[in-house]
């Protein structure tokens, strides 16, 4: 067990050095740095300043070497386009993401588990059918045009709900019930399919010959087997869920991390992206290493494996 | 092997007919495929058909409602420049149609090569390309068009260039285990005793054990590509003026929200649309593809 983290801790290592080597040769390839890492309407006098402030004039080995420390150490300089250092900013944003983004981890997999299971013990009767149906429809939408429905109908429509920013609770409904919506339609299929592989395997048919009760056929038989890929299936959906975030928080002008980074990328502020890229890739790894761990511990078949 | 080379052709045909027939057979697998000929039917002909211009604007008749609305707008209304919403749809399918399948299929083949040279190849280039692979799946496509666009500014060939080469991942990761197994098999080590190369050996003996997922994979990722090029047109950083996809739609409606609806409604539903007959032929394939010992019948658990 304590190789196999040191394994994955080595890759989050490897993650942060891999995507510092990406951004560091991107840079490098798309013509002069300095004019990436300068304002926009920097003039020659501007540029010069920024070449000697990044030490762009020291040989290119020296120049990767000092952005893997700049990196590892987190320290991202100072933004652009804001008057601040690069690390507050972000902090502060991903703060203001983590009020929709937990809700939506804390609730998509339990709704998700309960509509899968449900479809899982009624796979030929037509509620279970209707369940799928209507997850795979909303599987379909794209997750900006259920933001832009659901802004359409409970903002414009109903005026229930504000339609943008994030200064009260009722702000975070739409954010919130978008990114719980595409994960449940994707996950309850796949919950369901886990189910239905879980309930046909030799365990749980054992269990039901035994005549042991439904609920703990289910519960203590069948979810188990079922539990695992689910995990690793979550991870992938954390992965999913920034893409969204990026896209959801600039069209509901949320004050998040995904917002910040757009807007970056729009006003050519690069030490912002540079961290927020950074920031994502931390955040996906570390909670993949996690949900790896977790898996780990309830599949006895693995552990003995290592 | 003078015996072996004309059966394998007519095995593997066979096998692919097959497939085809039993996607075919079943409502998901008829569906989508359906819907795909549809789709691909207007991306090709529709620009010839439609009369309207899908950038001639109207600013006289701005956010007209749909005809059905009892408006002015035509078919699917008029947006904020007075353009029409239908004949931009039609027009616009073209682009988004044609990033996904490229991207996908550009990743395809690329994920296939690598896929097999890892499996093959377990001593040094393996290890090498799966952490790789490992590294690369911190970055969603996303994220990767967005630090792009930052680094290089925004631009629709070099997005796809980009996310082609970054999307092997999910090939290489689903089918190294498999041709592993294969290359473990008598066949193979009979076909290398023979003196077969292993690029060789790799294509006509392996490759055929593997393209199922890839062919699976390929119908979702297409779908996948065409949102993330709409996301990051959405947002201004993918495909610039003159040109325009569905997502640059969306872009230009986002603001009109208020006003004109329609403009956001019509090409969000052609990405439905899309998405939606791309994962019904994917779960179709699939199906086909895979005899797993699921239950048919009901678990009578409740």
Redesign the interface.
């Known amino acids: 067990m304590i190789g196999f983290l040191a394994r994955r801790l080595g890759l989050l290592l490897l993650v942060v050095f891999g995507v510092t080597t990406v951004l560091f040769v991107l840079t490098r390839l798309s013509g002069d740095p300095a004019a990436i890492m300068s304002p926009p309407d920097a003039g020659p006098e501007v540029l010069a300043a920024t070449r000697e402030r990044l030490g762009l004039n020291d040989p290119l080995w020296l120049q990767y070497v000092n952005t893997l420390v700049s990196t590892f150490t987190f320290d991202f300089g100072q933004s652009f386009a804001m008057d601040t250092s690069v690390s507050s900013v972000l902090w502060s944003r991903l703060g203001t993401s983590l009020y929709i983004i937990i809700p939506a981890l804390v609730i998509g997999p339990l709704v998700s588990m309960a509509i899968g299971v449900y479809a899982a013990l009624r796979p030929t009767r037509r509620s279970g059918r209707a369940v799928m149906g209507a997850a795979f429809l909303t599987d379909g939408v794209p997750y900006f045009l259920l933001a832009f429905i659901l802004i359409l109908v409970f903002a414009i429509q109903l005026g229930w709900l504000p339609a943008t920013g994030n200064a009260s609770y009722a702000a975070l409904v739409i954010p919130v019930a978008v990114l719980t919506l595409q994960a449940v339609s994707a996950t309850s299929r796949l919950v369901r399919g886990q189910m239905l592989d879980a309930l046909g395997q030799g365990p749980v048919q054992t269990a039901r010959s035994l005549g042991l009760s439904p609920a703990v056929v289910l519960f203590r038989h069948a979810l188990p087997l079922a539990l695992p890929p689910l995990l690793a299936w979550l991870g992938i959906q954390f992965s999913f869920l920034f893409s969204s975030l990026l896209v959801l928080e600039p069209i509901m002008n949320y004050g998040g991390i995904g917002n910040l980074l757009v807007r970056s990328v729009n006003q050519r502020d690069f030490p912002v992206v540079q961290a927020c890229v950074v920031v994502f890739a931390v955040l996906i790894t570390t909670v993949n290493i996690a949900l790896d761990v977790a898996v780990r511990g309830l599949d006895p078949r693995l552990r003995k494996a290592s | 092997m003078s015996s072996s080379a004309p059966a394998a052709p007519v095995a593997r045909r066979s096998r692919a007919r097959q497939v085809a027939a039993s996607t075919w057979a079943s409502a998901t697998g008829r569906t989508g495929l359906v819907m795909l000929a549809i789709t691909l039917l207007v991306a090709v002909f529709g620009p010839l058909l439609v009369s309207t211009s899908p950038t001639a604007q109207n600013l006289m008749a701005t956010n007209q409602p749909p005809s059905w609305l009892g408006g002015s707008g035509g078919l699917m209304g008029t947006d904020a420049l007075g353009r029409d919403v239908f004949s931009r749809a039609v027009h616009g399918l073209r682009l988004s149609l044609l990033f996904g399948l490229g991207v996908a299929t550009a990743s395809a083949v690329l994920g296939l090569a690598l896929g097999l040279l890892a499996g093959y190849e377990q001593r040094f280039a393996g290890p090498v390309l799966l ?2 692979a ?10 990767v068009g ?7 500014g925004p631009g629709i060939l070099k997005l796809s260039i980009v996310l082609a080469i970054w999307g092997w991942t999910v090939y290489a990761r689903t089918i190294v285990t498999s041709v592993a197994q294969v290359c473990r098999m008598d066949y193979i080590t009979a076909a290398r005793t023979h003196g077969m190369g292993a690029t060789r050996l790799l294509l006509r003996h392996v490759t055929p054990n593997v393209l199922g997922p890839v062919v699976v994979l390929w119908t979702t990722s297409a779908g996948v590509m065409i ?2 090029e ?2 990051l047109s ?4 993918g495909t610039q003026p003159p040109s325009f996809s569905l997502g640059t739609m ?1 872009g230009d409606a ?1 603001t009109q ?2 006003l004109a ?1 329609w403009a ?2 019509a090409p ?2 052609v ?2 649309w899309i ?2 007959a791309f ?1 019904l032929t994917g779960d179709g394939l699939r199906d086909a593809l895979s005899s ?8 009578e ?2």
Request: aromatic share 6%.
């Open positions: 952490r790789l490992d590294i690369q799946f911190a970055l969603p496509f996303v994220v967005l630090a792009l666009t930052a680094v290089m949102l993330v709409s996301s959405l947002l201004g950083l969306l986002t929200l208020r609806w956001v409604v969000g539903s990405l439905l998405v939606l994962n797993s010992g699921r239950i048919e019948h009901d678990p658990l409740v």
